[in-house]
């Protein structure tokens, strides 16, 4: 089975607040974006590991600013959803808003 | 000013685990919201969960040596635990009637019954030293590893285990669930400094 398929959920979560946050999207305020849209606070160790396996697959670029004091020296890293990610996301809306389609329990309410 | 500063022990054990240098944003992340106002308990969340994603990602991406790690080590403990059996088979006697030694202060008490536990933690040792003998690159990963699986092997299986049920539904077994606890403090201590060992002697050998 392709593994690459589907987006995981999470994955899907984060190309989405790549997404919103254009070009500040790093570490930090995709972690942000993520606890005010799903009040959840993921770690940042983990939505580090769901950006290297989306660059991996192609899905995200990223590049490094200039180091920061206020950041111990180090460098901001800045993601940017590539063309095959934005294909992706798409690919899965379609996906989901076909399943979501025609389920009676589902109509008629928002929760 | 903000005078605020990531404790040296995070900042060690993030260098240690290869976090620091693998992911240098995610270190810069962790002390620019530091920094921003979150507390000492969200740095320690956040500096474990680097520790633990950097430690999966690298038995991940190295699956069947994970494997080999585990089953080399684990060889190595069997060996060395039967040979000091063999060599210790006319000396038992006098290791637990010593670690028995009776004490006032409990906390002796439990320091002499460590002495009980010493040959098995020599050959945990010998098993952390084979896993970062065998598996240098990755021992970082590999010996906690290690670590953690002969403690749930303690828990699963053998004498501890069935010390443990027992207390659950019998009172009088948490004496003995007592007695045994020294094992599991010894046990990841052993294969740590069995690794460690081997990775203080290699930087030297390095120098």
Not at chain 2, 97 to 110: D, E
Not at chain 2, 154 to 163: A, I, N, P, T, Y
Not at chain 2, 178 to 192: E, T
Request: glycine share 6%; hydrophobic share 50%; charged share 20%.
């Amino acid at each position: 089975m392709d593994q690459d398929a589907y987006l995981r959920d999470f994955e899907l979560i984060v190309l989405l607040a790549v997404l919103r946050l254009g070009d500040d999207a790093y570490g930090v305020s995709i972690a942000r974006e993520l606890k005010a849209q799903t009040r959840r606070e993921p770690s940042l160790a983990k939505v580090y590991a769901t950006l290297d396996r989306l660059q991996e697959k192609g899905y995200v670029s990223s590049r490094l600013a200039d180091p920061t004091p206020e950041r111990g020296g180090r460098a901001k890293r800045y993601f940017n959803v590539t063309a095959p990610g934005l294909k992706k996301v798409r690919e899965t809306q379609r996906i989901l808003v076909k399943l979501w389609r025609d389920v009676p329990k589902l109509e008629g309410g928002t929760a | 000013m903000n005078t605020r500063r990531v404790p040296a022990a995070a900042a060690w054990l993030l260098k240690v685990f290869r976090v620091t240098a693998n992911n240098p944003a995610l270190i810069g992340d962790i002390h620019e919201e530091f920094l921003n106002g979150h507390s000492s308990i969200w740095l320690w969340k956040q500096v474990l969960a680097a520790i633990v994603f950097s430690i999966g990602k690298e038995l991940y991406r190295h699956k069947l040596l994970t494997i080999r790690a585990i089953l080399t080590g684990q060889v190595a403990v069997m060996l060395c635990s039967s040979a000091l059996n063999v060599a210790l088979r006319d000396h038992w006697l006098l290791i637990a009637v010593l670690s028995q030694f009776p004490s006032s202060l409990w906390i002796l008490n439990y320091v002499f019954r460590i002495l009980y536990f010493v040959p098995a933690a020599i050959a945990f040792m010998a098993g952390g030293w084979i896993v970062s003998r065998f598996h240098a690159e990755h021992r970082r990963a590999l010996v906690p590893l290690f670590a953690i699986v002969q403690i749930i092997l303690l828990l699963s299986v053998g004498e501890l285990h069935r010390v443990i049920v027992d207390s659950i539904t019998q009172p009088r077994f948490r004496w003995y669930l007592w007695n045994q606890s020294p094992l599991l403090i010894l046990c990841p201590l052993a294969v740590l400094a069995g690794g460690y060992l081997r990775r203080r002697r290699a930087g030297r050998r390095a120098e």
